[in-house]
Protein backbone atom coordinates (compact mmCIF):
# COMPACT_ATOMS: atom_id res chain seq x y z
CA UNK A 1 0.00 0.00 0.00
CA UNK A 2 1.10 3.78 -0.11
CA UNK A 3 1.87 6.07 2.18
CA UNK A 4 -1.28 8.70 2.53
CA UNK A 5 -0.74 11.89 4.48
CA UNK A 6 -3.81 14.93 4.91
CA UNK A 7 -3.02 17.95 6.30
CA UNK A 8 -4.79 19.16 8.75
CA UNK A 9 -5.12 16.51 10.77
CA UNK A 10 -7.94 18.13 13.02
CA UNK A 11 -9.45 21.71 12.80
CA UNK A 12 -11.78 23.87 14.63
CA UNK A 13 -13.47 26.65 12.45
CA UNK A 14 -15.87 29.06 12.95
CA UNK A 15 -19.25 29.33 10.53
CA UNK A 16 -19.24 30.97 7.37
CA UNK A 17 -15.29 30.49 6.73
CA UNK A 18 -13.69 27.72 4.51
CA UNK A 19 -11.37 25.03 4.77
CA UNK A 20 -8.84 23.62 2.74
CA UNK A 21 -7.38 20.14 2.87
CA UNK A 22 -4.60 18.70 1.68
CA UNK A 23 -3.98 14.84 0.76
CA UNK A 24 -0.51 13.67 -0.18
CA UNK A 25 0.43 10.30 -1.60
CA UNK A 26 3.83 9.26 -1.41
CA UNK A 27 3.86 6.99 -4.68
CA UNK A 28 2.07 8.03 -8.27
CA UNK A 29 -1.62 7.00 -7.90
CA UNK A 30 -4.85 6.65 -10.65
CA UNK A 31 -7.50 7.62 -8.56
CA UNK A 32 -8.37 9.71 -5.88
CA UNK A 33 -11.17 10.13 -4.36
CA UNK A 34 -12.73 12.31 -1.45
CA UNK A 35 -15.25 10.99 1.61
CA UNK A 36 -17.08 12.49 4.23
CA UNK A 37 -18.12 10.41 7.66
CA UNK A 38 -20.32 12.24 9.93
CA UNK A 39 -20.42 11.36 13.35
CA UNK A 40 -20.95 7.85 14.25
CA UNK A 41 -21.78 7.32 10.47
CA UNK A 42 -20.18 5.24 7.67
CA UNK A 43 -18.59 6.77 4.68
CA UNK A 44 -20.18 8.84 1.80
CA UNK A 45 -18.24 9.47 -1.41
CA UNK A 46 -18.13 13.52 -2.17
CA UNK A 47 -16.38 12.98 -5.52
CA UNK A 48 -13.74 11.61 -7.52
CA UNK A 49 -10.61 14.16 -7.53
CA UNK A 50 -9.38 13.97 -11.71
CA UNK A 51 -6.08 15.35 -12.54
CA UNK A 52 -6.20 17.77 -14.83
CA UNK A 53 -10.12 18.12 -14.86
CA UNK A 54 -13.35 18.77 -12.87
CA UNK A 55 -14.06 16.60 -10.19
CA UNK A 56 -16.88 14.38 -10.53
CA UNK A 57 -20.03 14.88 -8.00
CA UNK A 58 -21.83 12.49 -6.66
CA UNK A 59 -25.37 13.18 -6.38
CA UNK A 60 -25.81 15.80 -2.98
CA UNK A 61 -22.73 17.25 -3.15
CA UNK A 62 -21.42 20.61 -5.68
CA UNK A 63 -18.79 22.35 -6.67
CA UNK A 64 -19.61 25.75 -5.52
CA UNK A 65 -19.27 23.60 -1.56
CA UNK A 66 -16.85 21.71 -2.10
CA UNK A 67 -13.96 22.39 -4.69
CA UNK A 68 -11.59 19.70 -5.45
CA UNK A 69 -8.01 19.95 -7.23
CA UNK A 70 -5.52 17.62 -8.67
CA UNK A 71 -2.78 18.86 -9.94
CA UNK A 72 -0.92 15.76 -10.42
CA UNK A 73 -0.74 12.24 -9.54
CA UNK A 74 0.60 12.34 -6.15
CA UNK A 75 -1.99 15.10 -4.37
CA UNK A 76 -5.54 16.58 -3.81
CA UNK A 77 -7.11 18.93 -1.61
CA UNK A 78 -10.66 19.66 -0.75
CA UNK A 79 -11.80 22.75 -0.11
CA UNK A 80 -15.17 22.92 2.06
CA UNK A 81 -16.68 26.19 1.90
CA UNK A 82 -19.06 28.38 3.60
CA UNK A 83 -19.08 26.18 6.70
CA UNK A 84 -21.94 25.50 9.03
CA UNK A 85 -22.29 22.82 11.77
CA UNK A 86 -23.42 20.57 9.66
CA UNK A 87 -20.41 20.45 7.70
CA UNK A 88 -19.10 18.98 11.31
CA UNK A 89 -17.13 15.12 9.99
CA UNK A 90 -14.21 13.55 9.19
CA UNK A 91 -13.39 14.29 5.92
CA UNK A 92 -11.27 11.02 3.80
CA UNK A 93 -8.76 10.77 1.33
CA UNK A 94 -8.35 7.44 -0.60
CA UNK A 95 -6.42 5.97 -3.67
CA UNK A 96 -6.33 3.29 -5.95
CA UNK A 97 -4.76 1.56 -8.81
CA UNK A 98 -1.24 2.14 -6.94
CA UNK A 99 1.36 0.43 -8.88
CA UNK A 100 1.68 -3.38 -8.29
CA UNK A 101 -1.72 -3.60 -6.37
CA UNK A 102 -4.98 -4.61 -6.99
CA UNK A 103 -6.57 -2.01 -9.68
CA UNK A 104 -9.48 -1.55 -7.59
CA UNK A 105 -8.37 -1.47 -3.90
CA UNK A 106 -9.02 1.91 -2.14
CA UNK A 107 -6.79 2.62 0.64
CA UNK A 108 -7.52 5.35 2.92
CA UNK A 109 -5.45 8.50 4.51
CA UNK A 110 -6.20 9.07 8.42
CA UNK A 111 -8.65 11.61 8.03
CA UNK A 112 -9.49 15.05 8.94
CA UNK A 113 -11.40 15.72 11.95
CA UNK A 114 -13.75 19.52 11.34
CA UNK A 115 -15.66 20.88 14.08
CA UNK A 116 -17.61 23.96 12.98
CA UNK A 117 -18.93 26.34 16.14
CA UNK B 1 -29.09 4.10 -5.18
CA UNK B 2 -28.51 0.74 -3.72
CA UNK B 3 -26.97 -0.23 -0.19
CA UNK B 4 -25.25 -2.21 1.90
CA UNK B 5 -26.28 -3.08 5.09
CA UNK B 6 -25.20 -5.32 8.43
CA UNK B 7 -27.51 -7.41 10.22
CA UNK B 8 -25.57 -6.83 13.82
CA UNK B 9 -24.81 -3.13 14.68
CA UNK B 10 -22.35 -4.28 17.63
CA UNK B 11 -20.33 -7.70 18.30
CA UNK B 12 -18.92 -8.02 22.06
CA UNK B 13 -16.85 -11.02 21.91
CA UNK B 14 -13.96 -12.82 24.66
CA UNK B 15 -10.86 -12.24 23.79
CA UNK B 16 -9.70 -15.94 22.17
CA UNK B 17 -13.01 -16.06 20.52
CA UNK B 18 -13.86 -16.01 16.80
CA UNK B 19 -15.94 -13.30 15.70
CA UNK B 20 -18.29 -13.03 12.40
CA UNK B 21 -19.29 -9.84 11.21
CA UNK B 22 -22.27 -10.08 8.56
CA UNK B 23 -22.88 -8.19 5.82
CA UNK B 24 -25.98 -8.10 3.69
CA UNK B 25 -25.62 -6.04 0.24
CA UNK B 26 -28.43 -5.50 -2.54
CA UNK B 27 -26.66 -4.66 -5.69
CA UNK B 28 -26.69 -7.53 -7.81
CA UNK B 29 -24.33 -5.87 -10.47
CA UNK B 30 -21.38 -5.88 -7.40
CA UNK B 31 -18.67 -7.78 -8.13
CA UNK B 32 -15.77 -6.69 -5.73
CA UNK B 33 -16.08 -6.52 -2.38
CA UNK B 34 -13.58 -5.09 0.86
CA UNK B 35 -13.47 -5.17 4.22
CA UNK B 36 -12.28 -2.41 6.31
CA UNK B 37 -11.17 -2.35 9.81
CA UNK B 38 -11.32 1.59 11.80
CA UNK B 39 -9.59 2.15 14.84
CA UNK B 40 -11.30 5.15 16.49
CA UNK B 41 -9.37 8.37 15.82
CA UNK B 42 -7.68 6.51 12.21
CA UNK B 43 -8.89 6.10 8.63
CA UNK B 44 -10.31 2.72 7.44
CA UNK B 45 -7.54 0.21 6.97
CA UNK B 46 -7.95 -2.57 4.19
CA UNK B 47 -8.53 -5.97 5.43
CA UNK B 48 -9.47 -8.24 2.82
CA UNK B 49 -10.71 -8.17 -0.37
CA UNK B 50 -12.84 -10.73 -2.54
CA UNK B 51 -14.16 -10.40 -6.24
CA UNK B 52 -17.47 -11.78 -7.46
CA UNK B 53 -16.01 -15.03 -9.33
CA UNK B 54 -14.70 -16.61 -5.46
CA UNK B 55 -16.98 -17.65 -2.45
CA UNK B 56 -13.98 -17.99 -0.05
CA UNK B 57 -10.78 -16.17 1.02
CA UNK B 58 -8.06 -16.38 3.48
CA UNK B 59 -5.75 -13.59 5.18
CA UNK B 60 -4.13 -14.02 8.45
CA UNK B 61 -6.41 -14.83 10.93
CA UNK B 62 -9.21 -13.37 8.94
CA UNK B 63 -11.51 -15.15 6.57
CA UNK B 64 -14.63 -13.63 4.01
CA UNK B 65 -17.09 -15.73 2.61
CA UNK B 66 -19.17 -14.46 0.09
CA UNK B 67 -22.47 -16.00 -1.01
CA UNK B 68 -23.77 -14.46 -3.90
CA UNK B 69 -27.75 -16.46 -4.06
CA UNK B 70 -28.22 -14.37 -0.99
CA UNK B 71 -25.88 -11.49 -1.77
CA UNK B 72 -24.08 -11.89 1.70
CA UNK B 73 -20.88 -11.22 2.92
CA UNK B 74 -18.59 -12.04 6.09
CA UNK B 75 -15.85 -11.43 7.76
CA UNK B 76 -13.92 -14.03 10.26
CA UNK B 77 -12.00 -13.13 12.45
CA UNK B 78 -9.83 -16.51 14.17
CA UNK B 79 -9.03 -16.10 17.98
CA UNK B 80 -10.49 -12.47 18.60
CA UNK B 81 -7.67 -10.44 20.56
CA UNK B 82 -8.44 -6.88 22.37
CA UNK B 83 -6.32 -4.96 19.14
CA UNK B 84 -9.39 -6.23 16.86
CA UNK B 85 -11.97 -3.96 18.72
CA UNK B 86 -12.88 -1.49 15.99
CA UNK B 87 -15.98 -0.74 13.58
CA UNK B 88 -15.60 -3.04 10.45
CA UNK B 89 -17.06 -1.59 7.43
CA UNK B 90 -18.04 -3.46 4.03
CA UNK B 91 -18.10 -2.03 0.74
CA UNK B 92 -19.21 -2.85 -2.41
CA UNK B 93 -18.24 -2.11 -5.93
CA UNK B 94 -20.14 -2.63 -9.36
CA UNK B 95 -18.77 -3.12 -12.75
CA UNK B 96 -18.74 -0.21 -14.99
CA UNK B 97 -19.27 2.24 -11.48
CA UNK B 98 -16.26 3.85 -12.07
CA UNK B 99 -14.47 2.00 -9.46
CA UNK B 100 -17.04 3.55 -6.61
CA UNK B 101 -17.33 2.36 -3.06
CA UNK B 102 -20.52 2.32 -1.36
CA UNK B 103 -20.49 1.56 2.16
CA UNK B 104 -22.19 -0.10 4.78
CA UNK B 105 -23.50 1.19 8.20
CA UNK B 106 -20.64 -0.47 10.06
CA UNK B 107 -20.75 -3.36 12.99
CA UNK B 108 -18.38 -2.13 16.34
CA UNK B 109 -16.50 -5.08 17.42
CA UNK B 110 -15.72 -4.83 21.27
CA UNK B 111 -13.49 -7.78 22.69
CA UNK B 112 -13.38 -8.27 26.05
CA UNK B 113 -10.18 -9.61 27.97
Known amino acids: SAVISQKPSRDICQRGTSLTIQCQVD?????MFWYRQQPGQSLTLIAT?????????ESGFVIDKFPISRPNLTFSTLTVSNMSPEDSSIYLC??????????????FGPGTRLLVL | GESVGLHLPTLSVQEGDNSIINCAYS??????FIWYKQESGKGPQFIID?????DKRQGQRVTVLLNKTVKHLSLQIAATQPGDSAVYFC????????????FGKGTLLTVNP
Open chain 2, 91 to 102: AEMAGGSNYKLT
Open chain 1, 27 to 31: SQVTM
Open chain 2, 50 to 54: IRSNM
Open chain 1, 49 to 57: ANQGSEATY
Open chain 2, 27 to 32: NSASDY
Open chain 1, 94 to 107: SVQRIAGGPKETQY
